[in-house]
């Protein structure tokens, strides 16, 4: 008897261990012990528990054996180990889940939690409502999964139970970055971390990791997304955690594909399914979904939009049979935009509707800004500006309180870290001056002893004994007044510190929100020009105009842009406005129609068949390392729009091709810069001079040339036109005072 208890408690130890192992593929091995487990056994609770394990082990690869084992559990534990029935109830309830029976499945679950209530299993009473929290999770219902969350925590703190704990707040978090608050989010998952590592648990810390990558590719910080992914691909590879390195691949894949760089997105998808197909029986259905829908995203990126389609359909059964409905929204997304370029306009509106009934079930405001974007880009492809142009207000209004969460959350990291150097600084240094002290202290105490020693052989013992006593007692009250007083500075130097701080951050954060509303507003007033010129189609002339001066409103709101998104308020990276300019006029003017009958708004979708729009003109830029502040990049950007508008409708008429080849050295020693635009089109009229020239296009670039302190030339080359424009970098604020 006292054996077979004996073995019991070593095999629920062993359970215990494999629990706690990474989540990797198995051996036919492990399975056929298991098995060998439950024929020979003559301990119920042990059969119970193998026959548990078993139904975890085939919930991803087949859901019937799974549905067995855990069934055979449940009714093998309410006849000879009651004790037990709960964590059976979990199991089975997670197999319907697993295959899309939602109320059943919590019907278990909540039978599990009264199982172990009654019982008095706080073990199995937190597991219940960890199971529950997931589960809401899942379904996109985040109060509920919060509401779970919180029966859980603190259960896990009574047990002191560090790696459930770790667990719980990674979950915390992943509701928090549901319902789209990102700073809590990110505290969560860093405190998750922090314990991960201070337990030392890779396996979770590793897990944690991706998510923290997730959740900067949301915020659109791909850098730091790249970092903490390849950060648990490293640890899951070391761990030979297969399957978490598979969704890890898948990961890297799809900021790869956002950061546009195919190739190396294209290798790590295929990384990604060469593992899956080897290892397939572990792979979760939400995650090969979400490889089709990457893989699917990466193809429409590189123009092959049928294949983009069948992995699109592929993984839209997957999400709608699982319930995932954020995941579907951005899929669907996709899908309207294929289905556009497919010239399929009909089913791109359907989705694009669906991803809005699909927002109000989430009721989540990323789901939101995402439905209302899509809305806004197919409503303006099938040419209803009207609506599109109120669904834009939506996403504006939406992705404003998102971009606001965001920038609160990189002030919130910011200020972290700083906090955290500043006040190990000042305990360095307080201590520090507390030894010194002390020191001094005991030296003058034992000094004073010593004298009051030498002086008791003589015959004024009493005398300087007493005086010596009374001044130690004086200094050590000076010493005390004087700790007293450092103390105070420094809680007054560091709560000033702490004022400035903040007050800087706010300040920066305004002002980039400022930079924020600008942008927007530019660009809903290029919207109404592009309204105004598609109410008059038969005027050429007219919506000519509007598109130069919607041109040259998109070339500011562009530098605002890039303003509000930069680390550095003062300057921005202009080689990365140029590319963002190029593209923009391409897509305005590369179309065959030259946009006559209906003018670029600020949406745009690419044609038919075509991944991109159609180009004649090739613009090659060349200005890396040039960083320029807003007093300059608004001009100097003005003059390039100019520029290169005049290049594409007079350089090469008729829609001909062309290179223009636009380039701008790093200043010289006298801080002067030079930008040269040359092209290779028809070149510039024979008794061309620039200062009779009637145009306003060219009028303007001289009075803004004039404006920058600089020179412009025009002038013919031997295969066209080229412009040289000479400037010096304006000065801001107090400075140009």
């Known amino acids: ?24 593929a198995q051996p ?52 000879h180990a009651d004790t037990l029935e709960a964590r059976a109830l979990l199991a089975l309830g997670i197999v319907y889940q697993f295959q899309g029976h939602y109320p059943v499945a919590m019907t278990h679950y909540q039978q599990a939690l009264k199982r172990a209530q009654a019982h008095r299993n706080i073990r199995e009473i937190a597991q219940c409502y960890r199971t529950m929290s997931i589960y809401y999770i899942n379904r996109s219902e985040f109060t509920k999964a919060w509401t779970a969350a919180q029966y859980e925590l603190p259960l896990r703190q009574q047990m002191h139970d560090t790696v459930k704990l770790i667990g719980l707040y990674n979950n915390m978090a992943n509701i928090f970055r549901g319902q789209g608050d990102y700073p809590a989010a990110l505290q969560a998952y860093l405190r998750s971390i922090k314990m991960a590592n201070g337990a030392r ?10 998510n923290i990558g997730w959740l900067y590719q949301q915020l659109k910080d791909y850098p730091l997304a790249l970092r903490y992914l390849n ?26 594909t956002l950061m546009k760089q195919y190739s190396t997105a294209q290798r790590f998808l295929e990384k990604s399914l060469r593992l899956g197909q080897a290892h397939g029986s572990r792979i979760s259905a939400l995650d090969k979904a979400r490889t089709y829908a990457i893989l699917g ?37 996709s899908m309207a935009e294929t289905y556009h370029a497919l010239g399929r306009p009909q089913e791109a509106q359907r989705a694009a509707a669906q991803t809005l009934e699909l927002a109000r079930e989430t009721k989540s405001s990323a789901d939101f800004v995402d439905a209302w974007c899509t809305l806004a880009k197919i409503s303006a492809a099938n040419g209803d500006f009207a609506a599109a142009y ?37 305990i360095a240094l307080l201590r520090k001056d507390t030894a010194l002290m002390r020191s001094k202290a005991r030296l003058q105490y034992w000094f004073g002893g010593a004298m009051s020693g030498a002086l008791l052989l003589a015959s004024l013992l009493g005398i300087s004994w007493y005086r010596r006593y009374q001044a130690q007692r004086t200094a050590n009250r000076q010493l005390q007044i004087r700790d007293g007083e450092i103390a105070a500075k420094n809680d007054a130097l560091l709560r000033t510190q702490q004022r400035l701080y903040q007050s800087l951050s706010e300040k920066e954060m305004l002002l980039k929100e400022v930079h924020h509303r600008v942008k927007n507003n530019l660009q809903i007033i290029a919207s109404l020009f592009a309204l ?21 409103i998109q070339t500011i709101a562009l530098i605002h842009e890039l303003l509000y998104q930069s680390a550095d308020l003062a300057r921005i990276d202009f080689h990365q406005f140029l590319q963002q300019l190029t593209a923009y006029l391409s897509n305005a003017f590369g179309r065959p129609m030259r946009m006559r009958t209906r003018p670029v708004g600020v949406f745009s979708m690419p044609y038919a068949q075509d991944a991109e729009p159609p180009t004649a003109v090739l613009i090659n830029t060349q200005a890396t390392g040039v960083y320029l502040n807003a007093s300059t990049a608004v001009p100097l950007g003005l003059i390039l729009n100019e520029l290169l508008s005049n290049a594409y409708n007079h350089a090469f008429p008729d829609g001909r091709n062309g290179q223009v080849d636009l380039h701008i050295s790093a200043p010289d020693s006298s801080g002067t810069f030079t930008a040269t635009i040359s092209d290779n089109g028809v070149g510039l009229p024979r008794n061309f001079k620039l200062e009779n020239t009637s145009s306003l296009g060219l009028r303007l670039v001289n009075n803004l040339t004039r404006q920058l302190k600089g020179t412009f030339q025009a002038q013919n080359s031997a295969s066209g036109a080229r412009f040289i424009i000479t400037f010096q970098e304006a000065k801001e604020g107090l400075e140009a005072q």
Do not use: W
Request: aromatic residues 10%.
């Open 390 to 426: 109120a669904y834009r207000v939506r996403f504006e209004e939406s992705s404003d309180s998102l971009f606001s969460a965001q920038k609160e959350q990189q002030l919130l990291s910011l200020q972290t870290r700083y906090d955290f150097r500043e006040k190990e600084a000042q």
């Open 201 to 210: 648990r890779a396996t979770e810390e590793a897990y944690v990791s991706a």
């Open 231 to 256: 950060r648990a691909v490293s640890m899951h590879e070391e761990q030979r955690d297969t399957t978490n390195t598979i969704t890890d691949y898948s990961s890297l894949g799809e900021v790869y």
């Open 28 to 79: 036919a091995a492990f399975t056929d012990s298991l098995l060998t487990v439950v024929r020979t056994t003559h301990s119920k609770p042990q059969q119970v528990l193998t026959l548990i394990k078993l139904s975890e082990y085939f919930r991803n690869s087949d859901s019937t054996r799974a549905y067995g084992y855990a069934e055979r559990a449940v009714a093998l534990a309410r006849q």
């Open 1 to 24: 008897m006292n054996f077979s208890r004996l073995l019991v408690v070593l095999f629920c130890y062993l359970i215990a261990v494999v629990e706690s192992a990474p989540c990797r």
């Open 532 to 552: 105004q010129a598609y109410e008059h189609p038969n005027l050429p002339a007219l919506t000519e105009m509007l598109q130069e001066g919607q041109n040259r």
């Open 297 to 333: 995203r990466l193809q429409a990126k590189q123009g092959h939009h049928t294949l983009a389609l069948r992995n699109f359909q592929q993984a839209e059964k997957t999400f709608r049979r699982i319930h995932q409905h954020s995941y579907l929204i951005k899929l669907l997304s």
